[in-house]
């Protein structure tokens, strides 16, 4: 109870006198494990969501078959002679696009007479009647269609009107499904389905006996996992990316718990003297930063949740273009997340507040007969730190030559982490030689730049440490801008070189990373012979399973390719004999996210199943390539017609004839498509298309690095208050000497404007060097892109500018203070 | 004609319900080139005359007239011109600032108000307070005594009409005590400085040309020392 009360009043009582400090603190930790709990909520309802949407009435299922480019039916007929029991579930899975308002929806095909589970799922089993019409299908209760209902679902390049005859069970989610005979046939399946699910006591190798060797066969969910293994890259990085808001407000939990120790050394020193111990100034302090923890992890966690509904939208879209279709199951706060959010709001607290704590421990009881604490000048061994940042550098550097360990950029992480070390080292020799270099020029200015200067110069550690915070979180700033600017260039310069048809078409159902709808091969034969068209290049994508990661095998036309298109493939100048050599069987390329990830090169041997078949394939050359991460192999379309035989293409690009003019072309084109749902795009729509989709994807990079900046900018004006409280004495001084209300404030704005200046300049110098390892390091070890380094001149000024004007801003309120204080009671207080 | 004139001047403090009565009815007179010593018991309301003296609050009675000018009603902005150019002050604790040199310190109201060649006038008017080459020292590295010479250095760096200094020996031992005021003298006879200075103890007052005593925020008596 005593000791209660002590801590009562020594730690709650003043941290409910400085409310403001207090809550701008809390605020601060709030916000960074805000950040860190929203993207955990949108990477769990991302990653959750590939599985609920194909998982559409999947039931229970011990094994599942899938083939590239499809499992021949036949295999069904095979599996179901076994002489163990077995239940066999062939299915088509696909995707629609309902036709008015542009949603896309799983569009399942499963043997609706053989499969009962529809009735299971809670839905009136079919009828006969129903089952016979070509124009039947089912709806999930999440499609908001009704039974009687008229749906037009957009199939790959064709628009069908179907009825609903039923609703289904909650299994079906917002699926539509369709029997197996009319999906086959309204998705142009040629004798393959999707996949089959198995239920059988019967072991693998037994069933695999029956199989074709091309097809594969595993444990029921594996796909599901090889999904999640591959977003774990992807999650990965995002997660780090999250907590920079949150390692930023551990500094300023720093910052506050410091200055409010070297405040109270006196009391300290007071207490100490009447015979409490070292483990309880200790302990006060801990606990201080523990509530301190607290709050800003329950309201992080209130913060979080509402984050994540934005975040989970801009994290959604990104997994869907760049990985695996899907929508973002719902947002759950678990008992887990609740916990993970206390513990860092606790952890970060608890870390930062170490030192201070030790420092508080250490106040002899003679301080409460000392003179006070405007004779502590907090100690700051400036040239050690200095000494350590150099080696925190080497450090850096030594680790950023490091291979990858597991496929994770780990060391890179480390050097980030380092370089941001050194950074932070090498403020206070930085500060206190600015201060000395930079007094003449402040002088001139004025009375008020001079006394700014100063006075952060006097406060060198707590200056260090806002200067430190602000310059961290603009640094990180810099760096992603830099990283992600170079990438955009590096990917418009990818877009020249490798778009050089005229017009671009693909069927109207959206296609993604792992969906590739198809036009029918007599389009692309009408289009062909066309008398402006010079040549098609058919593309044709499969979606395939390569050692346990998904990746994209593709055909495409490479005499085409090699007379009009161009390819850029690392350490070849002239990609033409590639193309030439292409053109025999047995070989391919591939792109060089896929080669980083397999460890592929020119000469090797790729063995891949193709169809019913394994076909080996000798690799020509790796290609630059930024279309998604997934990683692809092209082959020459003969190639692949040989194994997988359906002529249908994924996209198809149109050379003209030169001297056509674009729009005439454009008309003929789609005269040829004759009302088929196809977009016909031009080269540079394509291209903006493909920008707009770059920028989608790395907004969300953006906006944790705006929340960095917030808790940083919130810091200095939490400690700009408390600035401004701490001396108070000298600025009613000022006014006896003569000083003016809107000198005080000048001087307050320009402390703001010198700690903007300084956490700018080393944040543009620590960005530049993280920006490396952004670029070459974490990035290429994470998803296996070549980036060239390019300045994104315009984005950082505006960035910094922005930066800079909040870090004056955020003097307004505590401006304000300054100027309120009465001089006469301030100065003669103590 | 005085340089500091107080008329009838009262000021009542206000807080929580209460009014406390600091000054009532103070009438005084300050000739230029005097030095005339407030003193008094703690608490009889010398610091609050020295205030309402430097242009530092208003009184809530009658007025006070600083170099013929009426500090009331002025707004906080002519309020800071009339300090800028007629005041200095000097306080018991110092009041350096700890992150500037003796000579910042001194030059720091010639930067305020503006003006230039500051580093010039401060090193003269150090020279004056015996200061001399103790210019790039900081506080901390001076002597209670140096501290309050430098101070008094700054208070006068911009010939003020009028030095006020509250209690300038209170935190000092009594022989450095004993030079402050021998500074604070012969300023007032080398230089015609004119100061206003409060104490508590009779000895300092003794330095002065006038004592004005004071006891319970009323002038007792006036005295004229020399
Ligand atoms: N801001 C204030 N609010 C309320 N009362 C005040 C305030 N300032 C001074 N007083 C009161 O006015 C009276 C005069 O105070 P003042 O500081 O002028 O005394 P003093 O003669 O300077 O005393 P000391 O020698 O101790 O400095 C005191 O009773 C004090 O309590
Ligand atoms: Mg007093």
């Known amino acids: ?830 | 004609m005085g340089i500091l004139r107080f008329e009838r001047a009262g000021k009542q403090y206000s807080t929580d319900g209460q009014t406390v009565t600091a000054l009532r009815d103070i009438s005084l007179e300050v000739e230029t080139g005097r030095f005339v010593a407030v003193a008094g018991r703690s608490g009889c309301g010398k610091s609050t005359l020295l205030n309402l003296a430097a242009a530092m609050d208003f009184p809530t009675a009658g007025r006070v007239i600083l170099d013929g000018v009426p500090t009331w009603p002025l707004d906080d902005f002519a309020l800071t011109r009339l300090r800028r150019g007629k005041i200095g002050f000097v306080f018991q604790s110092f009041q350096l600032l700890a992150a500037l040199s003796a000579v910042e310190n001194v030059e720091l109201p010639l930067m305020l108000a503006g003006e230039n060649d500051c580093r010039r006038r401060a090193v003269e008017s150090l020279r004056r307070v015996d200061m001399d080459g103790y210019e790039n020292r900081m506080p901390f590295q001076l002597s209670g005594g140096q501290m309050q010479r430098v101070a008094i250095a700054r208070a006068l760096v911009h010939r003020p009409r009028l030095l006020v200094a509250d209690e300038p020996t209170g935190n000092l031992d009594s022989a450095t005590g004993d030079h402050i005021l021998a500074l604070l003298r012969r300023l007032v006879d080398e230089h015609s400085v004119t100061i206003l200075m409060a104490t508590h103890s009779l000895e300092a007052a003794a330095a002065a040309d006038t004592i004005v005593r004071m006891r319970d925020g009323q002038i007792e008596q006036i005295q004229e020392g020399r």
């Open chain 1, 1 to 830: 109870m005593a000791s209660f009360r002590l801590l009562y009043r020594f730690v709650i009582r003043p941290m409910a006198r400085e409310r403001l400090r207090t809550v701008l603190t809390v605020f601060a930790v709030a916000l960074g494990v805000g950040v860190v709990i929203a993207i955990e909520l949108a990477g769990q309802a991302a990653a959750g969501s590939f599985h609920a949407s194909m998982e559409t009435l999947a039931g229970r299922a011990d094994y599942e078959v899938t083939a590239a480019g499809g499992v021949p039916v036949e295999a069904v007929g095979r599996l179901a002679t076994l002489a163990w029991p077995i239940r066999v579930r062939p299915r088509i899975e696909d995707y629609g696009m309902i036709a008015g308002d542009l949603r896309v929806v799983p569009v399942i095909g499963v043997d609706l007479v053989a499969d009962g589970r529809l009735a299971a799922a809670g839905g009136e089993a079919p009828d006969a009647e129903s089952l016979m019409a070509a124009d039947a299908i089912w709806a999930g209760p999440d499609t908001g269609y009704h039974k009687g209902d008229t749906v037009r679902l957009i199939l790959n390049d064709t628009e069908r009107r179907f009825r609903v005859r039923g609703v289904l069970g909650s299994a079906a989610g917002g699926a539509f499904v369709l029997d197996l005979g009319s999906a086959s046939r309204l998705l142009g399946r040629k004798s393959t389905v999707d996949r089959i699910l198995i239920e059988s006591p019967a072991s693998e190798s037994v069933l695999r006996a029956v199989l074709p060797p091309g097809c594969e066969l595993a444990r029921f969910g594996a796909r599901t996992e090889e999904n999640r293994r591959m977003l774990a890259a992807f999650r990965w990085n995002l997660r780090v990316l999250s907590y920079i808001a949150l390692v930023v407000g551990a500094f300023l939990i720093y910052n506050t718990l410091s200055v409010s120790v070297v405040r109270r050394r006196p009391e300290i020193g007071i207490v100490r003297a009447m015979g409490a111990t070292r483990r309880a100034v200790l302990g006060a302090v801990l606990s201080e930063a523990a509530m301190l923890g607290l709050a800003g992890g329950a309201a992080g966690l209130l913060l979080g949740r509402v984050m994540a509904e934005g975040a989970v939208r801009l994290v959604a879209a990104t997994v869907d273009s760049l990985y695996v279709s899907s929508r973002p199951a719902p947002i759950e706060v678990t008992a887990a997340i609740v916990a993970w959010a206390m513990a860092i709001g606790i952890g970060a607290a608890l870390v930062s507040a170490l030192t201070p704590a030790w420092e508080a421990a250490q106040v002899p009881p003679t301080e409460a007969m000392a003179r006070g604490r405007r004779e502590y000048q907090a100690r700051v061994r400036r040239w050690r730190n200095l000494g350590l940042g150099a080696a925190c550098g080497l450090a850096a550097w030594l680790a950023a030559r490091q291979a990858p360990v597991g496929g994770r950029p780990l060391f890179g992480y480390l050097a980030a982490l380092l370089l941001i070390a050194t950074g932070v080292l090498a403020i206070p020799a930085l500060i206190s030689s600015l201060a000395s270099v930079s007094a003449g020029c402040l002088r001139r200015i004025g009375a008020e730049a001079l006394l700014a200067g100063r006075s952060l110069a006097g406060s060198l550690r707590r200056t260090s440490v806002l200067v430190g915070a602000l310059s961290t979180a603009v640094a990180m700033t810099v760096a992603v801008a830099i990283m992600v600017g170079s990438f955009r260039q590096t990917v418009l310069d990818w877009m020249d070189d490798r778009l050089k048809a005229d017009l671009y078409l693909r069927p109207a159902a959206p296609a993604s990373a792992d969906r590739h709808p198809t036009i029918r091969a007599e389009l692309a034969d009408r289009v062909a012979k066309l008398e402006g068209v010079a040549a098609i290049d058919r593309f044709r994508a499969y979606e395939i399973n390569y050692q346990g990661m998904p990746a994209t095998l593709a055909g495409g036309d490479s005499r085409v390719a090699s007379r009009f298109g161009r390819r850029s493939f690392l350490g070849v100048s002239n990609p033409v004999p590639i193309f030439r050599a292409l053109e025999h069987p047995g070989t391919a390329v591939v792109s060089e996210p896929f080669a980083n990830k397999h460890n592929v090169h020119p000469g090797d041997r790729l063995r891949l199943p193709m169809g019913a078949r394994i076909v080996s394939l000798k690799v020509l050359g790796v290609f630059y390539d930024y279309a998604n991460e997934r990683g692809y192999i092209i082959v020459d379309r003969r190639t692949l017609l040989r194994y997988l035989p359906d002529p249908a293409s994924s996209n198809i690009a149109v050379y003209l004839k030169p001297g056509v003019d674009l729009e005439a072309g454009r008309r003929q084109v789609e005269g040829a498509l004759a009302g088929a749902r196809v977009q016909v795009l031009s080269n540079r729509r394509l291209r903006q298309e493909a920008i707009r989709i770059f920028d989608r994807t790395f907004a969300i990079t953006y906006a944790l690095e705006a929340v960095a900046i917030l808790v940083a900018v919130t810091g200095v004006a939490s400690a700009l208050v408390a600035l401004v409280i701490d001396r108070r004495r000298e600025l009613g001084l000022l006014r006896f000497l003569g000083g003016s209300r809107p000198q005080v404030a000048r001087m307050i704005y320009y402390e703001a404007g010198l700690l903007g200046l300084l956490a700018n300049g080393v944040g543009l110098l620590l960005g530049m060097a993280l920006s490396m390892v952004l670029i070459f390091v974490i990035n290429r070890q994470s998803f296996g892109w070549t980036i060239r380094f390019h300045w994104p001149v315009a984005v950082l000024l505006g960035v910094l500018t922005l930066i800079y004007m909040a870090t004056v801003l955020a003097a307004v309120y505590p401006a304000r203070i300054a100027t309120r204080l009465r001089p006469i009671e301030v100065v003669h207080e103590e």
